[in-house]
């Protein structure tokens, strides 16, 4: 989607090595959102965050971890807790406040375990 | 909470034929619904999207929805389905909280 980047498209990990995802926005939207998808598995939210400085967990966020320094960068870090870490991220953003806006997504890192 | 079911998980149908993707979705009030389609290794584009008013949406790419609050659901169709309309479709429900549920997706093949 234009005005949302992710890198790297493709991340390699290694055994007990924390790894980060970036994501960033020049569409001046509040909300940034952090997914993981899994084959036959939909979408799951990892973390969100509505404003600078703040961000929430979302169903998943064990071994993940983020910040929100900037409104145009949502980095995703996966730690070395994070077990099962194979798996395609997505981050997307939105307009924040009520859920009646649509988010809006990068084209995603996949990252697998070396 | 909200929730989605896609029922189908794999679907085939042949080039020209019509479609139709099936949602239904948990919430107790008037949800917010939207349907993405995801091409492989890329991510989610909004198809269309409703939020109250008209119970069919437009949307693009020649796609539908209508909102059946009867049925709880939420189909997409198209009348006629084009070779690069094979990707994998997703419905998703928003509750006005920021939390939005996705279905676990229908994936669409298309048949020359």
């Known amino acids: 989607d234009g005005g949302i980047t992710q890198s790297p498209k493709y991340l390699f990990r290694k055994e007990g090595q924390n790894v980060t995802l970036s994501c960033e926005q020049n569409l001046n939207h509040d909300a940034m959102y952090w997914y993981r998808q899994d084959p036959g598995q939909g979408l799951r939210l990892i973390y969100y965050?509505?404003?600078?400085?703040?961000?929430q967990k979302g169903d998943i966020a064990e071994g993940y971890s983020v910040s929100r320094e900037k409104k145009e960068s949502f980095p995703l870090t996966v730690t070395s807790a994070q077990k099962n870490p194979t798996a395609f991220y997505l981050c997307?953003?939105?307009?924040?406040?009520?859920?009646?806006?649509?988010?809006?997504f990068g084209d995603g890192t996949r990252l697998s375990i070396l | 909470a909200q929730s989605v079911t896609q029922p189908d998980i794999h679907i085939t149908v042949s080039e020209g034929a019509s479609l139709e993707l099936r949602c239904n979705y948990s919430y107790g009030a008037t949800p917010y619904l939207f349907w993405y389609v995801q091409s492989p290794g890329q991510g989610l584009q909004l198809l269309l999207k409703?939020?109250?008013?008209?119970?069919l949406v437009q949307g693009i790419k020649g796609f539908e929805a209508e909102f059946k609050r009867s049925q709880s659901s939420f189909n997409l169709r198209k009348p006629s389905v084009h070779w690069s309309d094979a990707a994998e479709y997703f419905c998703?429900?928003?509750?006005?909280?920021?939390?939005?549920?996705f279905g676990a997706g229908t994936r669409l093949t298309v048949k020359p």
């Open positions: 998703a429900v928003g509750a006005g909280n920021n939390d939005m549920r």
């Open positions: 997307a953003i939105g307009r924040g406040g009520s859920s009646n806006q649509p988010q809006h």
């Open positions: 409703y939020f109250s008013g008209d119970t």
């Open positions: 965050s509505q404003i600078v400085n703040d961000f």
